[in-house]
């Protein structure tokens, strides 16, 4: 799948990307990274939602924020919203790191879902 570069630009101008912990490395650099995958992943986002965040009730989910330790996801639900913290298998260190862990969730959280 290629990177829709409008879809992501106009995530950036609809929700900026505000770091929750201003002093963790992967946070301060992740907005482009978080746009895309709101812009472009918002099926993953969901599947990790349900399986990994525990909120099979979700009907939505998108990116709040990414730091070394995990995604913090907003899953719509039938009665609100609720926010869900989905951590990686092991902490991270830089963009790059962030790409390989987002992704790893996301083969993870299909392999739940349909496990084939």
């Given at each position: 799948m290629s990177?829709?570069?409008?879809?992501?630009a106009q995530e950036m101008t609809e929700h900026p990307h505000v770091p929750a912990n201003p002093d963790d490395p992967v946070s301060q650099g992740a907005g482009r990274a978080?746009?895309?995958?709101n812009a472009d992943h918002d099926d993953a986002l969901l599947d990790m939602t349900?399986?990994?965040?525990?909120?099979?009730?979700?009907t939505s989910a998108r990116c709040l924020d990414a730091d070394?330790?995990?995604l913090t996801l907003l899953a719509a639900t039938p009665s609100?919203?609720?926010?869900v913290r989905?951590?990686?298998e092991e902490p991270i260190e830089d963009a790059e790191g962030l790409r390989k862990a987002t992704v790893k969730l996301a083969k993870r959280a299909r392999a739940i879902l349909d496990p084939q």
């Open positions: 990177m829709d570069h409008d879809a992501t978080i746009a895309h995958l349900r399986a990994l965040g525990g909120c099979d009730e979700a070394r330790f995990g609100g919203e609720l926010a989905i951590p990686y």
